[in-house]
Nanobody, 125 residues
Framework: QVQLVESGGGLVQAGGSLRLSCAAS????????MGWFRQAPGEERRFVAA????????YYGDSVKGRFTISRDNAMNTVYLHMNSLKPEDTAVYYC??????????????????WGQGTQVTVSS
């Protein structure tokens, strides 16, 4: 079982920055592919970024490329999402997810077996 706890959300003006953190329980964190997804009201959950378990290869959704950076600290069992140049359309609840199996594509929510409770990010114009 993996427990994930996100933090770092809040209210920020357009053009600003935030860093989200996701702390994971368990001794196998370094073996998990980790992802960030977001969900705005009335919309489906969408892929934001992912980082592989071994070499730390990163992947990004088209809407955040060049603005967001995902990273991980295996010693701290934590994954981060650095968000720069935030836009009002980035407003959503952001979820951290863990994939212990890497059997499905990284951008699909069903690939991830464990989810955090989410943290709200609101970007004002």
């Amino acid at each position: 079982q993996v427990q994930l706890v996100e933090s770092g959300g809040g209210l920020v003006q357009a053009g600003g920055s935030l860093r989200l953190s996701c702390a994971a329980s368990g001794r196998s964190f370094s073996a998990y592919r980790m992802g960030w997804f977001r969900q705005a009201p009335g919309e489906e959950r969408r892929f934001v970024a992912a980082i592989s378990a071994s070499v730390g290869r990163t992947y990004y959704g088209d809407s955040v490329k060049g603005r967001f950076t995902i990273s991980r600290d295996n010693a701290m069992n934590t994954v981060y999402l650095h968000m720069n140049s935030l836009k009002p359309e980035d407003t959503a609840v952001y979820y951290c997810a863990a994939d212990p199996w890497s059997r499905s594509s990284y951008h699909l929510p069903r690939a991830y077996g464990f989810w955090g409770q989410g943290t709200q990010v609101t970007v004002s114009s």
